[in-house]
């Protein structure tokens, strides 16, 4: 049995998603910090959960970040994970080491199927003109996303280049100012099913809230999405296999992971 979530907005969240009205310090818990700054955070109920749903399942965190990015999260080190997939599926990180046979994979379906990244930005950089684009970043030499500005976007223009760029087997998707773009061959859903196959296992239960999790609903049994999550738009409860949280914000993490303790029977 594997259990995969997006890390995100699915099980860690920002201070702005911690509603203090039902919150008290005590039940949260830094999980990341930058230049020695917190900035993502989990409830004590989710960590304990976490830590048995672990002890019984093959936990895997799934997420768009970059593997530095990932590293910096703490509440995951003392668990003593497996795997970890890292660059929207791009990486699959086994025993603390880069699955190589996975990279393989990747980088050849990349070069066969998809242009090359570098010739990708620099069609974007047509459009990106009167600083609506705040920064542009590489991803592990894998994808690209942008920080944008949401009230300069040139629509026409961007819609357009996601046309040109969806010919040429890559995807384009926005959450809120993240302008994301990304071979379609590296997605989430793959990278999980690599796993499960390794592992051969057959019962797959995800979680996750936004667009670029969707490839998970599409390998698993079960897949849950907080209530606050872009998915839930996208879908309109579509899938069978997909179910969602009854609150928003960090406590919909305690809800994602009671039901999937409950689901395995774990508890």
Not at 55 to 76: A, W
Not at 172 to 185: D, E, N, V
Not at 206 to 231: C, E, Q, T, W, Y
Request: hydrophobic share 40%.
């Amino acid at each position: 049995m594997l259990y995969a979530s997006d890390l995100d907005r699915t099980l860690i969240y920002s201070f702005k998603l911690i509603d203090k009205q039902i919150i008290k310090d005590q039940d949260i818990k830094v999980v990341e910090r930058l230049s020695g700054e917190p900035i993502t955070y989990m409830t004590v109920k989710s960590i304990d959960l976490l830590k048995k749903i672990k002890d019984k399942l093959l936990f895997v965190p799934v997420t768009t970040r970059t593997l530095e990015q990932f590293q910096r999260i703490d509440v995951f080190k003392p668990l003593d994970l497996k795997y970890a997939v890292v660059a929207n599926g791009g990486i699959i990180v086994e025993n603390n080491s880069i699955n190589k046979e996975w990279q393989n994979i990747i980088t050849n379906k990349i070069a066969d199927k998809c242009i090359d990244l570098h010739d990708a930005i620099k069609e974007f950089e047509k459009i990106k003109y009167d600083n609506w684009v705040k920064k542009l970043r590489i991803a592990d030499e894998l994808f690209f996303y942008c920080i944008v500005d949401e009230n300069k976007i040139p629509q026409d223009e961007l819609d357009d280049y996601i046309k040109w760029i969806n010919e040429k087997n890559w995807i384009a998707t926005r959450q809120g100012r993240k302008l994301y773009f990304i071979p379609k061959y590296v997605n989430k859903g793959d990278a999980v099913k690599f796993i499960a196959d390794k592992e051969n296992i057959n019962s797959i239960a995800a979680s996750g809230d936004s667009s670029l999790d969707l490839a998970m609903a599409n390998v698993s049994n079960r897949f849950i999405v907080p209530k606050h999550g872009g998915i839930c738009e996208i879908t309109d409860g579509k899938l069978e296999c997909m179910s969602y949280t009854t609150v928003e914000g960090i406590k919909a993490a305690d809800e994602i992971l009671m039901t999937i303790a409950n689901y395995y029977n774990v508890l």
